[in-house]
Nanobody
């Protein structure tokens, strides 16, 4: 079974940076699209960015130019580099392996203070 474990969240001041990591198990990482989502209190989970098996990336308009998604297939890990963080980026961040119904991690909390 596929498992995903996120890390790297924390408390940071506005304008600061964090790098999230998501380590996966299983053998399908290298052929799967990987994505980051986030869910703020009282809001629906929203898509942040994704990267396909060839390294092609997409990101939401709200994070474009500030967040960068990348992957290391040898380490079965996907990253989200977050720069110039804003209070509205505060949320639980989840990674997802996009295959079939999809597989989710447990999430990591990111809190940005003003």
């Amino acid at each position: 079974q596929v498992q995903l474990v996120e890390s790297g969240g924390g408390l940071v001041q506005s304008g600061g940076s964090l790098r999230l990591s998501c380590v996966t198990s299983g053998s399908i990482f290298s052929i799967a699209t990987m994505a980051w989502y986030r869910q703020a209190p009282g809001k629906e989970r929203e898509w942040v960015a994704d990267i396909d098996s060839g390294g092609f990336t997409n990101s939401a308009g709200s994070v474009k130019g500030r967040f960068t998604i990348s992957r290391d297939n040898a380490k079965k890990t996907v990253y989200l580099q977050m720069n110039n963080l804003r209070p509205e980026d505060t949320a639980v961040y989840y990674c997802k392996l996009v295959r079939g119904l999809g597989f989710w991690g447990q999430g990591t909390q990111v809190t940005v203070s003003s």
